[in-house]
């Protein structure tokens, strides 16, 4: 076998801080060849490359064999793609990745939210897509230069294909933790990824949404009045409620349990309040809307998720129109 032929083609779009960091981490392996298609920080990536300075894992150049302002430059199909990208206006994007792709395409989805694959699935029936949560942090600081701090850790697993031989997929799945292995970051693997993008979105439908609306840090917003907490606590029952009724098994004592968590922290803001004060769209859809969708299919009465999410929708509407 010659080494074009052992070489595995990646290809990652959408890189701010968490694609960043992953690129990072896939660029380590010697068999990848890595490509990525960058936006906003294009100029910069393409003339000076790409650097991270991390807590764990030191300062480096990023190795990129390839960068794409678009995926219309891309002629040939891609391995793996592994999308990024901020999940607004997420059925999108999976048609304009149709260049970079072919039935043999495995995609790689790290975003906040739930039903962010279905797009894809939609798109890509005859494809296999490993779904993603990340507790990455890190910040693009300027274009090109990635700040990751010591907190570093995914969850993944198979959205499961039908059509597919689930042989051949794991076999995907597995070719990828190979690759995150080798990149020498935090991962496990789970039989039920979805349980672990629920109880993430249960957290951030309350933070996220929380901290866009009142502009307030958790803390704040904890101590603002005696509603605080129940209605944050209610605002997570409802949406474990409706993991629940999709067949996703968390439990009831999350709430109390994230509750607990965001008590002991400083007051933080949020990915979606840092996107309110740039101006950016939010990441509504698969925070709120998703789960608000399938509730709304279930006939579920979940009033404070719809005022949480129709205000939240009106704050993304305004941003929209800036
Ligand atoms: C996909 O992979 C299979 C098995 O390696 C190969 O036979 C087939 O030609 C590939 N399909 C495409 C479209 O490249
Ligand atoms: C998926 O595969 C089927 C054959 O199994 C084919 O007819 C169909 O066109 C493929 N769909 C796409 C979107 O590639």
């Given at each position: ?85 901020k999940?607004v206006n ?185 996107d309110?004060?740039?101006g950016r769209g939010l990441e509504v ?31 993304n509407?305004?941003l929209n129109?800036?």
């Amino acid at each position: 076998m010659s080494t074009s032929e052992k070489e595995i083609k990646v290809l990652l779009f959408g890189l701010g801080a968490i694609g960043g960091f992953y690129v990072f981490v896939l660029g380590r392996n010697e068999n990848v060849s890595l490509s990525v298609v960058a936006r906003s920080n294009y100029q910069q990536v393409k003339e000076h490359g790409l650097r991270i300075e991390s807590q764990n894992h030191g300062d480096h150049k990023v190795n990129i064999d390839q960068v794409y302002k678009s995926p219309d430059e891309i002629t040939s199909a891609f391995d793996y793609i592994v999308c990024t990208h901020k999940a607004v206006n997420p059925s999108k994007v999976p048609p304009i990745l149709k260049p970079a792709t072919n039935d043999n395409t495995t995609f790689v989805i790290i975003q906040n939210g739930v039903g962010n694959e279905e797009p894809f699935r939609t798109t890509f029936p005859n494809n296999t897509i490993i779904s993603c949560v990340t507790w990455v942090g890190a910040t693009q600081t300027s274009p090109g230069l990635i700040k990751h701090t010591k907190s570093e850790d995914m969850q993944m697993g198979l959205f499961p294909n039908p059509k597919l031989n689930s042989d051949l997929e794991q076999q995907r799945l597995n070719t990828f933790a190979t690759l995150l292995a080798t990149g020498q970051t935090i991962f496990q693997v789970e039989k039920d990824i979805q349980i672990k993008r629920w109880e993430k979105v249960v957290w951030n439908a309350a933070w996220n949404s929380i901290t866009t609306l009142t502009d307030v840090n958790t803390q704040d917003w904890l101590a603002s009045s005696p509603e605080a907490i129940p209605v944050t606590k209610h605002l997570m029952h409802e949406v474990i409620d409706i993991a629940i009724r999709c067949k996703v098994p968390l439990d009831h004592s999350l709430a109390d349990g994230l509750v607990d968590k965001i008590s002991a922290m400083p007051g933080i803001f949020s990915s979606m309040h840092t996107d309110m004060k740039e101006g950016r769209g939010l990441e509504v859809d698969v925070i709120l809307g998703y789960p608000m969708r399938m509730a709304k299919e279930l006939e579920m009465n979940v009033p404070v998720l719809s005022t949480i999410y129709a205000l939240t929708t009106a704050v993304n509407g305004r941003l929209n129109k800036l």
